[in-house]
């Protein structure tokens, strides 16, 4: 079963940055679109960014477009999400997975909150 690990979450100022990291054990890791999703209390699940298997393919979602960047590096099986100029609505559990999700690959996720 492989596993998805998330890092770097915490407490951040208004217009602060944050750098998530996600460790797949994921064998195939490089064959996979990778994704990160944030769930804020109360709402529904959604995704954020996503990236295609060669590093291309860069989709965010319209809310974090111009703040964050996703990227990989699949000889590490990791993925990476860098958010700037965080804002409070971006208060959420991040978590990775490929794309589209597979259920069985969600990890516990890394808290953001963003708040003065």
């Known amino acids: 079963q492989a596993q998805f690990v998330e890092s770097g979450g915490g407490l951040v100022q208004p217009g602060g940055s944050l750098r998530l990291s996600c460790a797949c054990s994921?064998?195939?890791?490089?064959?996979?679109?990778m994704s990160w999703h944030r769930q804020a209390p109360g709402k529904e699940r959604e995704l954020v960014a996503s990236i295609g298997s060669g590093g291309g393919a860069l989709n965010y979602v319209d809310s974090v477009k111009g703040r964050f960047t996703i990227s990989r590096d699949n000889a590490k099986r990791m993925v990476y999400l860098q958010m700037n100029s965080l804002k409070p609505e971006d208060t959420a559990v991040y978590y990775c997975?490929?794309?589209?999700?597979?259920?069985?690959?969600w990890g516990q996720g890394t808290q953001v909150t963003v708040s003065s």
């Open positions: 997975n490929i794309n589209p999700p597979n259920r069985a690959y």
């Open positions: 994921l064998f195939t890791f490089g064959f996979y679109t």
